[in-house]
């Protein structure tokens, strides 16, 4: 349900038409118990009908077919006059820059004050602002919830990764960020320090 073309999930909206969108119009991501293989994610997404609705997601969909590991698609090449896959053509560039020390995404954990690479299973809530992204992102390492404010790019584009980005000066409690209108409440109060986003190489 990734299409690597337009860097959009689809899922159905219960008013009738299919709903294309971002990672940035996700909402909540949240995995579930049990499923273990593949984990599934339930998400709440922002449909262009103007209402939030859920869908399930999975691991390898949310993680790694934005690096197009998932493309059913074939595309023309030029230099040999062949139909190659677009998902081996996409996932060996990927997998390049992740040699070269790039990493799709990233954010600043303020536990461990330092940059993270994460991938989106580790977005736990995404607000729109003011032409930015309040996000609570699960830190891979320690495990606190750090809430950074980004721009769209940062989470749609893989390997975009802003190079400063707003940093709020506390951890945040998990049961606080359960509902997307509490974690927009906390947002509008929040004071955010800015903090370079560099990885190390
Ligand atoms: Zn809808
Ligand atoms: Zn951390």
Redesign the pocket.
Known sequence: MYDPLTSTYSFPCPLGNEAKVPLSAFRLLERLPGAAHPAVYRILFSCRCGHDHPGLVSHDELDWAPLGAGAQTTFRNLMTSQDDSLASELAELAAARIRAGEWPWSFF????G?P?PITPSSFALIAPGDGTFGVAVR??????V?VNLVTREHVDIPFWNDARVGVVGHVFHTDALRAIDVFRAELLSARFDERRLDLER
């Open positions: 954990c303020f536990l461990e330092r993270r830190c891979p390492a320690c495990s606190a750090s």
